[in-house]
């Protein structure tokens, strides 16, 4: 079992420049999230897919879509980048239930935008 | 809504004594409470939960919490700690504004084990 996995670990961008965040799961999980965390303020997210086919948004969504593409897969894509989104990008996912489920989180990915 | 508060950005703990994090919680109905880690450069990974029972929660790596409803707090502790266990602490709670079991992290607390 991979877990979650991101795909870049690392990305510079130009302001105004687009870019699509990958995330990928192999745990059968229903929920899945995408959280930015910036030094002093925790993790916020951003956008989050309860299951397969809905997507809503979260505390921070502007700037941001999101797609879920099956059942394993949640993007986040940046538009128009800014250097407001210069931060550290966390994907996560889970079983959610009645059970609360803890959540598993992928390594980030690192953006810069310029 | 839901929220939790980590009020110490640092806590510097010598190796081999117990150690505490802190966190206080605002919620209305049932809490469920989470705390996660965070090691340099690496995800968070998750530590313990409540969700109902015992107030005291055991969890990975020697961790527990203890859950107080009149204190609405939830601090972990360790009775010894390692230099290992430095790195950043997130306590977290379910937001049930979010319809799919989303949580809402506070700030963090940086834990320094000194040898």
Not at chain 2, 13 to 28: F, I, R
Not at chain 2, 95 to 111: C, P, V
């Amino acid at each position: 079992n991979a877990g979650v996995t991101q795909t870049p670990k690392f990305q510079v961008l130009k302001t105004g420049q687009s870019m699509t965040l990958q995330c990928a799961q192999d745990m059968n999980h229903n929920s899945m999230y995408w959280y930015r965390q910036d030094p002093g303020m925790g993790l916020r997210l951003i956008y989050y897919s309860a299951s397969e086919g809905t997507t809503d948004k979260g505390e921070v969504p502007n700037g941001y879509n999101v797609s879920r593409l099956n059942k394993r897969e949640f993007s986040l894509r940046l538009e128009s980048a800014a250097p407001s989104q210069t931060s550290v990008y966390f994907c996560a996912s889970t079983l959610a239930g009645p059970s609360y489920n803890e959540q598993f989180f992928g390594p980030g990915t690192r953006l810069t935008v310029l | 809504a839901q929220s939790v508060a980590q009020p110490e950005d640092q806590v510097n703990v010598a190796e081999g004594n117990p150690l505490t994090v802190k966190c206080t919680y605002s919620v209305s109905g049932n809490p469920y409470l989470f705390w996660y880690v965070q090691y340099p450069n690496r995800g968070l990974q998750f530590l313990l939960k409540y969700i109902t029972g015992d107030n005291l929660v055991k969890g990975s790596y020697g961790f527990e919490a203890e859950f107080n409803k009149s204190q609405t707090s939830f601090h972990l502790k360790k009775p010894s700690a390692l230099v290992s266990d430095s790195a950043l602490y997130f306590c977290a709670v379910r937001d049930i504004g979010y319809s799919g079991y989303a949580l809402n992290f506070g700030k963090g607390t940086s834990l320094l084990v000194t040898p």
